[in-house]
């Protein structure tokens, strides 16, 4: 609880074993922080803009968007501030905050992961029933969920974390606020607080991968029922990317929570790609091959005269 810690700040000590690479970290976390911002508000502003794409999996492809905008913006401002010769402290609401929204994002991305298998099993296994199953109504509940359990699951765990006292060190071996880091500052024993927070992340998207992957499943058996082989390659090339991405989204948490021996240097360096590799790649991934999408894309960078138009 806050009355009972005397710590007011947190020192972010950054990535470990990067002393003096301060100015190049900054050029390269800068370049992939901007390409994500744009790359994912370009994908946005291509939905939004198309009557075409206006259907239940680009609408979750929009929130998807959307999520990848915020995520990174959790800790790369600040990681960019101290790396670029500014202070590295960060106040105890500021700590508190990076925390919740991390898991919060993070989260809410992996119950639209969910969502989106789900839309796809529909889509492949129930095709005639699509448009009833997948109404707008559902398509709005579903993607109000996913945030809405993002955020009791962020609740939990921020307040787990933080009903522990501060009063020591506070020296952060990180370069943001995660529960692993804090816990170690904390003045009281955490063991038993470090098991309830170990199951609650890893069974969230563990119960979310078991869902996506009995989703698949069914999507595995549909397509190969198809006689057509040009049919089987359409089916697959739809369910691909949203693959790709979910792999690129869940490992690195299997990495990071689940490791019988934590290693500070690994869990920072699959955190850099997580928060700002992942979210660069899901726009090319979800546009490179997608005709639609880059027919969109085509048409609105014509109409804000960065391409000509023929």
């Not at 470990?16 to 508000?41: D, M, R």
């Not at 109504?137 to 307040?159: D, E, K, N, Y």
């Not at 991968?209 to 190969?224: A, D, K, P």
């Not at 690994?266 to 005709?291: E, G």
Request: glycine share 4%; charged share 10%; proline share 5%.
């Amino acid at each position: 609880m806050r009355n009972a810690s005397v710590v007011t700040a947190f020192i972010l000590l950054g990535i470990p074993h990067t002393h003096g690479l301060e100015a190049t970290l900054f050029v390269l976390f800068l370049s992939f922080y901007v390409l994500t911002l744009i790359g994912n508000l370009l994908i946005l502003l291509a939905i939004v803009s198309s009557s075409r794409l206006h259907t239940p999996m680009y609408f979750f492809l929009c929130k998807l968007s959307v999520c990848d905008l915020f995520f990174p913006s959790v800790s790369s401002p600040k990681m960019l501030f101290y790396l670029s010769g500014n202070s590295r402290a960060v106040s105890y609401a500021g700590c508190v905050s990076q925390l919740f929204f991390y898991h919060f994002l993070g989260c809410t991305e992996c119950f639209l992961y969910t969502v989106m298998a789900y839309d796809r099993f529909v889509a492949v296994c129930h095709p005639l029933r699509y448009t009833i199953i997948m109404s707008h109504r559902a398509c709005a509940i579903l993607a109000m969920g996913t945030s809405l359990f993002g955020c009791v699951q962020a609740t939990f765990l921020t307040t787990l974390t933080f009903q522990l006292p501060y009063c020591g060190p506070n020296e952060v071996d990180y370069y943001f606020c995660d529960i692993p880091v804090m816990l170690k500052l904390a003045c009281a024993d955490t063991s038993a607080l470090e098991m309830v927070g170990l199951i609650s992340v890893g069974l969230m998207p563990l119960t979310c991968f078991l869902l996506i992957l009995t989703s698949y499943c069914h999507i595995v058996y549909s397509i190969l029922q198809i006689r057509s082989a040009e049919g089987r390659r359409r089916a697959f090339s739809t369910c691909s990317a949203h693959l790709t991405a979910i792999l690129l989204s869940f490992m690195p948490v299997v990495l990071i929570y689940l490791q019988p021996t934590p290693n500070p240097w690994l869990n920072a360096t699959v955190q850099v790609l997580n928060n700002l590799v992942a979210p660069v790649l899901n726009p090319l991934i979800y546009s490179l091959r997608n005709k639609e999408v880059k027919y969109s894309l085509r048409k609105l960078l014509q109409h804000l005269a960065f391409l000509p138009k023929k």
